[in-house]
């Protein structure tokens, strides 16, 4: 399995088409899996916002008012605001927001990003990231298209690639039944794919002011398996989130 970043692509503005970039830089192949950052997903969707389109409301004030009791620093009510509009549930309150964004991925501030945001202050997740890679999968030459983005992981330090939509392949890579080198059945292995390349994608796709948005994996194979696309979990599964509403950040 080769891995690679797509070169010489320009900084990405409302209505560009990703599609028609990167096919400019590259030849593709069918089988190649596209992985798109969500940055430049975002970008290209119009997703950047200034704070002032999110004046505070009472429950905003609130959240940010704690969260300056647990850090000790100044938070601006506004994020907040903008944080719990992006979100469906809001997990914790201190000492950092975990949310439940509009399509189900959990992360920090419902995953708003403060760094690389040309003319604004805020850049939001996709509204529908599997109709985003979609619509990129639709422009390409290649079947499989992945829109990805960085977060922490509990019980870990750093951040790690993960998939937050996809188009044109399983989410998971199913194992239930198959056997292992003792003949053993698999009863649990269910393989969360779009994430292992997602994070395969990072660490060529980097960081900060060098980074690369998109990158190639080719001769990736999904092999005869079964597929599935449960990647976030529901509420009645996740023993996690349900632990948490019951748990709360001491700030008095």
């Known amino acids: 399995m080769k891995v690679f970043a797509v070169p010489d692509l320009p900084e990405f503005e409302p209505d560009d088409s ?13 089988d190649d899996v596209v992985c798109v950052a969500s940055t430049v997903v975002s970008k290209v969707e119009d997703r950047v916002a200034d704070l002032s389109a999110f004046p505070a409301g009472p ?7 704690r969260l300056e009791r647990a850090t000790g620093e100044e938070k601006d009510p506004r994020f907040a605001q903008a944080v719990l509009e992006e979100s469906t549930d809001l997990l914790m309150e201190a000492p950092f927001l975990l949310t439940e964004t509009r399509f189900g991925h959990v992360t920090v501030n419902a995953g708003i990003d403060r760094s690389n945001v040309p003319g604004g202050d805020l850049l939001l997740l996709p509204r529908r990231p599997d109709e985003s890679a979609a619509r990129i999968e639709a422009g390409l030459d290649a079947d499989r298209v992945i829109v990805t983005d960085t977060c922490g992981r509990p019980f870990r330090h750093g951040q790690r690639g993960v998939a937050i939509g996809w188009a ?19 009863g649990v292995t269910v393989q969360a794919i779009v994430d292992e390349l997602a994070a395969a994608a990072n660490l060529v796709a980097g960081e900060g002011a060098g980074g690369t948005p998109v990158v190639v994996v080719r001769d990736f194979d999904f092999g005869d398996h079964a597929g599935s696309d449960a990647l976030f979990r529901d509420v009645e599964g996740d023993f996690v989130r349900q632990a948490l509403r019951g748990w709360s950040f001491d700030v008095d």
């Open 168 to 186: 044109g392949t399983p989410a998971a890579r199913d194992w239930r039944g198959e056997h292992d080198r003792d003949g053993r059945e698999l």
């Open 59 to 65: 429950r905003a004030r609130e959240v940010a008012a």
């Open 18 to 30: 990703i599609s028609d970039l990167v096919a400019e830089r590259i030849d593709l192949r069918p």
